[in-house]
């Protein structure tokens, strides 16, 4: 079944350690995403990348980073710099293209990750 | 920047009642998408809309697209327990995709 996977689905780490999150999709869409939700919050976009080998900051971006070498994966590393790193982390995907046209930026989300920093 | 004011931000109502939530912008958008997230899940869609004036069922929940491109609202009938979550919009337009920040239901025994 195609899909985006996630993993680990629970994280803990110790503070100032670097940790880095899986995110893999299998819908062979060229958009990938980082978003960050914090207990009772909406989505915060930390970075999204619409084709391989680029990437954009969002808009909580500081204290992350990312890598898309592959169109299937795009890993996000919490560093030790993120001052507030525990969070439910959600990565998503979508075909770009046509604003408006159906099928088209249209998210999808995978099951995500809670990293908790101790 | 842009933003989307949704509403209400949490509801309870008793099962069986019907629902309704909307979201509002000062910006145009080209589309509008609906997503329920269930506790510790990720979000997932539920109506999408690509026409101002549009309107979209899915079973129990209806959707529409606002005829100035700067609203939307979801529907919900009859709502039964597995109805539970929080149920966010999204406003897209070029490469952008703008969240609500959810709108959390409640469903009283």
């Known amino acids: 079944d195609g899909g985006i996977t996630q993993s680990p689905k629970y994280l803990f780490r110790k503070e100032g350690q670097n940790v880095t999150l899986s995110c893999e999709q299998n819908l062979n869409h060229d958009a990938m995403y980082w978003y960050r939700q914090d207990p009772g919050q909406g989505l915060r976009l930390i970075y999204y990348?619409?084709?391989?080998?680029?990437?954009q900051k969002g808009d909580i971006a500081e204290g992350y980073s990312v890598s898309r070498e592959k169109k299937e994966s795009f890993p996000l590393t919490v560093t030790s710099a993120q001052k507030n790193p525990t969070a439910f982390y959600l990565c998503a995907s979508s075909i770009v293209g046509g604003s408006g046209r159906a099928g088209y930026n249209e998210q999808f989300f995978g099951p995500g990750t809670r990293l908790t920093v101790l | 920047g842009q933003q989307l004011n949704q509403s209400p931000q949490s509801m309870f109502i008793q099962e069986g009642e019907d629902v309704s939530m909307n979201c509002t912008s000062s910006?145009?958008?080209?589309?509008w998408l609906w997503y329920k997230q269930d506790p510790g899940e990720g979000p997932v869609l539920l109506i999408a809309l690509y026409k101002a004036g549009e309107l979209t069922s899915n079973g129990r929940l209806t959707a529409q697209f606002g005829i100035t491109r700067k609203d939307s609202f979801l529907n919900i009938s009859a709502s039964i327990p597995s109805d539970v979550g929080i149920y966010f919009c999204a406003g897209q337009r070029d490469d952008k995709i703008i969240f609500g920040k959810g709108t959390r239901l409640h469903i009283l025994p």
């Open positions: 910006s145009i958008f080209n589309t």
């Open positions: 990348s619409q084709i391989v080998n680029d990437f």
